[in-house]
């Protein structure tokens, strides 16, 4: 558009006035306009409608709203700018002028731009809109987005149910998976338990924590190779992929700042299933495993987590360490891929065999064994040291657990997840909340907390949720430490120094005792006299 342009000042009938079709502007609202039009039986248009002329009449480039206004107000004739436009001009010049104006809604300025881009002549680009428009590329990019949303996000968005915050964030997803996170953008709330729930409408905050925890998937652990274009044909590469984060920074920018990730999990677990097939067809003598525990599926190829033993690739970190069956190797050592669960795709060493000696053998020591003894009373210390570390760390992952769900459905949900527990477990919950110990039948460890459970507020329900996910996977004691880790890494929690701090708590106690060893005695007489004294 060139910047002097003939025009022309004048009054023109109402009449003669048209409605642009491709006005971006498509809401209006109603008392808004009953407002303006006040305005105008008042003091009149304040300033004049740009017009062009098309045919026989003059269609509107800016002030649609005025004009129906105008219309409201009764007058027969409105102050005019006419002026010579071609399409893409009078589509320009609507567009700047329309986001000059505050109540202009993001759906209509993202159709505005959008429409831009589709020109032939002249060829627009993000940069450029941003620099007509006064935006910045990445602002631009983000409304152009909004076109791609949902129907029922759209919908929600228009009628003002989510902010133009959440519409922003649910527009970088996948059509498949903004309805999914639409409805984690509300939560129900119940007015003494009874009547209706209200629907309340979460921080923006939540939406995006939501998204990156449920959503996104990092690329560095994705077990395919992300410069293959032939691994998925129809999806190609992911290095130049518009759905990874990485890739494009002006749509995803504030998202997932942290580490590159895939926005399709349909297209991610595409990839993860191809790999498999091709990694298997390569090996065939691959044995495939599973992540989760349990018996072995009927004419399944697949071997479950209890039936074969991880052999460690990194080097022990202490001699006790080197004792575990896990970092030796056995001639049954052989290659396997995860085929089911979790880290599917991934390659691991594992031993199989259950006749195999160091990895599937039952060891027996001679109870009475001094050096024995010494050794159980020094793992006892160590598994003391890791029991607290561990109750402290689940502390600190609860701590971090935000509230979100109705105290009616973390009860329900606590119940029944609580009790599929066994009583070693439940034992720790009992503990880690302070709780107290069970007295006989009729105060059973379960009866206990369920007890617990039925009074406690909606934070406490919402930590016990997460404590019991974090017990339910450690499937065995020897998992629990990574099954910590994971839900720490999860929420940010400093493991470091939570255990630090533990270790330096037991080598106090441990000071003190020997202090207490080493002290004399009071002899038989002086502590008589010091008793009648």
Request: proline letters at 6%.
């Amino acid at each position: 558009m060139t910047n002097t342009m003939q025009s022309e000042y004048r009054n023109l009938p109402l009449d003669a006035l048209t409605e642009s079709p491709n006005n971006p502007r498509r809401s209006f609202d109603e008392a808004s306009l009953n407002e303006l039009a006040e305005s105008i039986k008042a003091q009149g248009i304040l300033a004049p409608l740009v017009v062009r002329p098309v045919d026989h009449h003059f269609e509107i480039v800016a002030g649609a709203r005025r004009y129906r206004a105008a219309q409201r107000a009764g007058l027969e004739t409105a102050p005019v700018r006419i002026v010579e436009l071609t399409d893409a001009q009078a589509l320009e010049t609507s567009i700047v002028e329309n986001l000059q104006r505050r109540d202009v809604h993001p759906l209509d300025e993202a159709q505005g731009f959008a429409a831009l881009m589709r020109l032939e002549e002249p060829k627009y680009t993000i940069e450029m809109i941003g620099a007509k428009c006064g935006k910045s590329p990445a602002y631009v990019a983000a409304r152009l987005r909004l076109t791609e949303l949902a129907a029922p996000v759209a919908e929600a968005f228009a009628k003002d149910e989510i902010g133009v915050g959440h519409a922003l964030l649910l527009a970088k997803l996948q059509p498949a998976q903004q309805e999914e996170a639409l409805a984690a953008c509300y939560q129900e709330q119940y007015s003494n338990g009874t009547g209706k729930p209200k629907r309340i409408l979460l921080p923006v905050r939540h939406l995006q924590q939501w998204i990156e925890h449920n959503i996104l998937l990092k690329l560095a652990a994705a077990p395919f190779s992300k410069e293959d274009a032939a691994l998925v044909p129809e999806a190609g590469s992911c290095v130049d992929c518009p759905k990874r984060t990485g890739h494009n920074v002006l749509l995803f920018q504030g998202i997932a700042s942290q580490h590159d990730s895939c926005s399709d999990p349909k297209c991610y677990a595409a990839k993860v299933d191809a790999h498999v097939r091709q990694t298997i067809a390569a090996k065939p003598k691959l044995i495939q495993i599973s992540t989760a525990y349990g018996p072995a599926k009927a004419d399944s190829p697949v071997v479950p987590r209890n039936k074969y033993v991880e052999v460690r690739t990194d080097k022990p970190t202490n001699q006790k360490q080197r004792d575990w069956p896990e970092y030796k190797t056995c001639k049954f050592t052989t290659e396997a891929i995860v085929t089911e669960g979790s880290e599917k795709g991934e390659l691991r060493r594992i031993c199989a065999n259950p006749d195999c000696p160091i990895h599937h053998a039952r060891k027996q020591r001679p109870a009475n064994d001094a050096a024995f003894k010494a050794e159980q009373e020094k793992r006892r210390h160590e598994e003391a040291i890791a029991q607290t570390t561990g109750l402290r760390v689940l502390k600190a992952i609860g701590d971090a657990v935000p509230i979100r769900l109705m105290k009616r459905d973390l009860l329900f949900t606590a119940e029944r997840l609580t009790a599929a527990l066994d009583e070693r477990r439940i034992a720790i919950l009992l503990r880690l909340h302070s709780v107290g110990k069970a007295n006989g039948t009729t105060d059973a460890p379960a009866k206990l907390f369920a007890s617990f459970l039925r009074k406690a507020d909606e934070g406490t329900l919402g930590r016990v949720l997460v404590e019991v996910a974090v017990l339910q996977s450690a499937h065995s004691p020897t998992d629990a430490p990574k099954a910590l880790h994971e839900a720490a890494e999860f929420y940010k929690v400093d493991v470091a120094a939570i255990t630090a701090k533990v270790k330096q708590e037991f080598a106090a106690k441990e000071k003190d005792k020997e202090t207490k060893k080493a002290a004399p005695k009071p002899a038989p007489k002086a502590a008589k006299k010091a008793a009648a004294a």
